[in-house]
């Protein structure tokens, strides 16, 4: 099973700096035919279902502020959130879904420092 | 706007049965694969079943195969998730999530609310 290493666990950050999580996968999730990275980005608020932020490794979704970004390939992966906003706490969890079992990481925790 | 429903949530005592639903709308479900994935409370997210478009592969966590069934009726835009055997462990809010279209490994795009299941004697 691939296994999907977020850090850090949690990280507080002054408004409007930028924060910065890394995820680690035991596994390249790089699919050479297509050339895609099966990655992904959720963000969860508290007492919310989870929101897909970020495809394919670097592709934001529709309605994501454009202060959050995606990048990395292969095994190494960073979300980074150019400048915090109060509505950005939340807990953000990486994602594989290049094979079966799909897997998450443990989630990292971002709060108003 | 995507719209997923899950219900079904219970306490119920280990050992016994539930059987949960996910209603969905405003999209065409039948080109879809779809996805249970839970979460504990105060844990992090766990991928429970996978079940294609056409309901033909159908794939699981090794927590749960041989006890959980995932289905889908695509006449009726509704999936489900068959849960036996049920142990304290499996307590958790249960998410249905669309697949996205035209991947049978994709991205989860769009999330139902939840429904808690409370496995407890």
């Known amino acids: 099973d691939f296994v999907m290493t977020q850090s850090p666990d949690s990280l507080a950050v002054s408004l409007g700096e930028r924060a910065t999580i890394n995820c680690k996968s035991s596994?390249?999730?790089?699919?050479?035919?297509?050339?895609?990275?099966?990655f992904a980005w959720y963000q969860q608020k508290p007492g919310q279902p989870p929101r897909l932020l970020i495809s394919?490794?670097?592709i934001r979704e529709s309605g994501v502020p454009d202060r959050f970004s995606g990048s990395g390939s292969g095994a190494d992966f960073t979300l980074t959130i150019s400048s915090l906003q109060a509505e950005d706490v939340a807990v953000y969890y990486c994602?594989?879904?290049?094979?079966?079992?799909?897997?998450f990481g443990q989630g990292t925790k971002v709060e108003i420092k | 706007q995507v719209q997923v429903v899950e219900s079904g949530g219970d306490v119920v005592q280990p050992g016994r049965s539930l059987r949960l639903s996910c209603a969905a709308s405003?999209?065409?479900?039948?080109?879809?694969?779809m996805h249970w994935v839970r979460q504990a409370p105060g844990k992090a997210l766990e991928w429970v079943a996978l079940i294609s478009y056409d309901g033909s592969n159908k794939y699981y966590a090794d927590s749960v195969k041989g006890r959980f069934t995932i289905s889908r009726d695509n006449s009726r835009n509704t999936l489900f998730l068959q849960m036996n055997y049920l142990r304290v462990e499996d307590s958790a809010v249960y998410y249905c999530?669309?697949?996205?279209?035209?991947?049978?490994?994709?991205?989860?795009?769009?999330w139902g609310q939840g429904t808690l299941v409370t496995v407890s004697s």
């Open positions: 394919w490794a670097s």
């Open positions: 994602q594989q879904h290049y094979e079966t079992p799909v897997t």
């Open positions: 596994q390249s999730v790089f699919y050479s035919p297509n050339k895609k990275n099966y």
């Open positions: 405003r999209f065409t479900f039948s080109r879809h694969p």
């Open positions: 999530a669309r697949g996205s279209l035209g991947y049978s490994y994709g991205p989860f795009d769009s």
